[in-house]
């Protein structure tokens, strides 16, 4: 029998949590079984019980991960100030992002079925929400970012709502006018937060 090396465990548990992030947002939390998760990382069943404790315990560390990963790779580089907040408003609610369903939003792709998981997903998710808003917080009011905090959270819900209606329609042209309707509505309520 092989042993492995505890930096191979690591990539391992890696793989397993970036392969079972992008599967949760094409076919969901429901419809992403242990066997299906650990085939697409060219794993065994057997080899999931290494690394977690239940499946549970894999979409609280996945969503948990899929959340740091937007808030490093969109809102940390987006520009500073305004011109950043608009950058991340174009590009969430673009047509290309709307299409990539397994390397997209977390938010958009799990909500639902985020508010049906343990308590201890839901604080994953939570925790992890909360860090991608304080970079949008502190592109509103760079001085005071936590009284941005709200009208932060509501600007990502009016965007996650509008890309999850966008993608569930079969309208591409009713589809794609919502897209740009929902940029000018984030970024009217952009304009609404009274800057000091």
């Known amino acids: ?4 090396g505890k930096e191979h465990k690591l990539e391992t548990r890696r793989r397993i949590i970036e392969t079972a992030g992008r599967r949760f947002k094409k076919d969901g939390i429901d419809g992403s079984g242990v066997s ?3 085939k697409d990382a060219g794993l065994t069943n057997g080899a999931f019980y290494a690394h977690f404790a239940s499946k549970d315990d894999l979409v609280t560390t996945a969503i948990a991960d899929q ?8 809102v940390a580089l987006a520009e500073p100030g305004r011109v950043g907040l608009e950058q991340i ?26 508010g049906r998981c343990t308590e201890t997903t839901k604080q994953a998710y939570t ?6 808003i304080e970079g949008i917080a502190e592109r509103m009011a760079p ?9 932060a959270l509501s600007l990502l819900g009016l965007m996650a709502g509008t890309l999850q209606l966008s993608r569930a329609l079969t309208d591409s042209r009713l589809a794609n006018e919502l897209l740009d309707q929902g940029v000018d509505n984030a970024l009217a309520l952009l304009d609404s937060w009274p800057r000091g």
């Open 127 to 132: 925790d992890g929400v909360l860090i991608l």
């Open 143 to 151: 001085e005071a970012p936590s009284s941005a905090r709200v009208m």
């Open 1 to 4: 029998m092989v042993r492995y």
């Open 36 to 38: 299906t998760l650990m």
């Open 89 to 114: 408003v174009r590009g969430y609610l673009s047509p290309q992002h709307r299409e990539m369903l397994g390397d997209g939003c977390p938010n958009a792709a799990l909500l639902d079925e985020i």
């Open 67 to 74: 959340l740091k990963a937007q808030a490093e790779s969109v």
